[in-house]
């Protein structure tokens, strides 16, 4: 058997494997699983010439379950296959579009054409199913400790379950992925008697994972014909990194009354294919404001309609059958076939496997460990790194570690690849926030809610783009229409709270936080707000206190440390808060607003020369500040080296003049 052919069997073999578990979460009613799997067969072959059409079908199936209307529609829009335009007259009829879909319908109807896509039996819902689903419940219902046994228990029957995975990694309580789903062994005991085709086994009184037989498929006419089995050896390419992993960007998703220093407002056509290579973020200096939370289609031209998978159509010439004589020469005879049980094996193992690793990825992001789900993107297979919700984990990814330059161009990046894309959408507008680019934003406001007028993310967009315009009464009312629209909306009470707070209605933003909080416990956003509050309102050990439960949710937070020392600070607990600064600027050493506290901490301890080399380095990073200079001037006059302190005085007094009556007050002394 040539390697040509091995590989069109294994991509066969995936194929139907593929079809087996979107078609069974389909039918079971879990959306964002079928979803999942139908976007990671639809970026699983990077050959043109594999066909992609039932691929495509799937694809947009799942996203109409999961109410992605537009970007269903979009993907078949020119399809010509009936199954497609039933779903496109589908996404019409939803959107309202009635004589749209009637248009399509009209057109496809009496051509004779039907691509016949593989038919797959109905599968009942299983006890791993509804443990699922009982798990989704208690998360809903605030019962996290039972959600947790319900998932892990769904998962140890069946490990594809991506919705189980996902609820661990939502509730911050995933273990490892190599301890929950064991890369080899989960698939072990998968084919012990095959069941009827298209039956679905599972052994409810032990952890034994369910087994997915592929049905036969037809070949007109009602005849059945076996499909091909061939193995594959499980290895997904090797592709360069889109990215470099190591970034000494500020980690400081905050916030900052200060705009991004030197940001770019365009994207050079040429970065688009490495948007990801990290580089310098600028530091900010400011006040903080706040935490925020948490494409276009493959070418139709790349994707043939009329190509199907390549399978054969008579059993008497399947190459499974051929097995050469004592005679024969070469290395087929010395080469033993897969029986059919070790090829679907393999094919398990590989989807398992792939969904292994997304798994580590989502759960670093969850953990709030950016830098590893970088590091966990780049064992992806290239073709993989082509859909556009990698960009969009890339994207969160860069934000939590205050990359936003960078961030920005990966979610730039995903809504090309589906610019009908409303997930993640809220955070890429907080970016925008951060990076202060008005115009960009208000566009993409505008865009998301052409879409959908009725989806939270566009109103936390609307808003976003109020509050950059300093308009917080109008920013504050689109971010309660957010959460009316969706009342388990952490991202946009949080919000709420923070434009409540620029509004100085301390009661109204931790009534908001509260409720961020009662929706997601592990919402550190809220947790800062509600520490915030408390500072303003000179309740220092609240504000410790809260403050501390935002770092044990993300450790690694160099701006949450910063707030914890500015609490210790105002408590006079000078050598904690100098502990705690050192540790925020070992994770933000771009810092200057970090930098410029540690330096009042040390001229109060006394320490002047540490003192005096980090405002030596501040007057670099930030030359337009008058403080800088101001505060170097008392330095150096506590040093007694007057010259260089009345030097320091009048360089204040240039860049801020409202200074010239305290400078003078000093100079007399």
Known sequence: MNSASQTASSITSQSRKFRSLIWQYLDCDLPRTALFYAERYFYSFP???????????????SLLRCNQIHSSQHLVKDASCLACTEIFAECCMKLGRFRQGQDALSKCVGKGRNDSLPNEPRASPDESVLLCKAG?????????????????QALALNPFLWEAVDGLCRLGKCPEIDLLIRPQTAVTQLFAAPPPPGHIRFDTKSTQVPTFIPPPQTS???????????????KGPQFNPLYTAGSNGPLQPFRLDAGFANGRDSIPQEEKAHLLSSGEVPGYLGELARIPSRSRSQDPDDMDEDMQPVESTSSTSSPREFSPGPSAGGTLSQQPLPSPQDELHQVANVILELMRKFAKIVRAL???EPQGALDAIMQLPAEQTKAPWIYALMGRARFEMADYLIASRAFEQARALDPYRMWDMDVFSTVLWHLQRDVQLSFLAQELTSIDEHSPQAWIATGNCFSLQKD????LTCFKRATQLDPRSAVGYALSGHEALA??????AMQFFRAALRTDSRHYPAWYGLGTVYLKQNKLRKAEYHFRKAIEISPSNAVLIHCEGTALEKRGELEQALERYNRSLALSPLSPLVKFKRVKVLIQLKQYENALKDLLELRDLAPEEANVPFVLGKLYREMGRNVEATRCFTIARDLDPKLSAIIGHLLDE
């Open 47 to 61: 050959d043109p010439q594999v066909p992609t059409h039932d691929a495509r079908h799937l694809l947009a199936t």
């Open 136 to 152: 989704t419940l208690a998360l809903k219902g605030n019962l996290h400790d039972q959600a947790v046994q319900y998932f892990q």
């Open 220 to 234: 007109g006419g009602g005849f059945f014909t076996p499909a091909p089995n061939h193995g594959s050896n499980g």
């Open 366 to 368: 969850s953990m709030f």
């Open 472 to 475: 917080h009464s109008q920013a």
């Open 503 to 508: 509004l100085d209605d301390h009661d109204s």
